[in-house]
């Protein structure tokens, strides 16, 4: 299974796009598509997570990779602290 930012160079791969790849282009062409978050499969929109970041154009797989890391780490982070919040909620009324 590819995630993360592997995941969005795979989408890019398989559409036949070419790098420099713009993130308008990329949302106009795949804004539905379901892009895997981490190991256990947790998925988002592409359009959700492009809407997180403040990235305009894709230069090549190694610049995906380092503007994309931190946004994955901001949607595991608040997947993480969802959960814990629902949690603490449900058994302490907090």
Avoid: C, W
Avoid at 57 to 81: A, G, I, T
Wanted: proline share 3%; aromatic share 6%; glycine share 6%.
């Amino acid at each position: 299974m590819t995630y993360g930012p592997d995941a969005i160079a795979e989408l890019v791969e398989e559409s036949g796009l070419r790098y420099p790849v713009s993130i308008e282009r990329l949302e106009r062409e795949h804004a539905l598509a379901n892009i895997t978050v981490d190991e256990k499969g947790n998925s988002i929109m592409l359009a959700e997570l492009l809407a997180k970041g403040d990235i305009d154009r894709l230069q090549s797989e190694e610049d995906l990779h380092e503007q994309f890391e931190p946004v994955f780490e901001q949607v595991k982070e608040e997947r993480r602290s969802g959960i814990i919040d629902k949690l603490k909620q449900t058994f302490l009324g907090r």
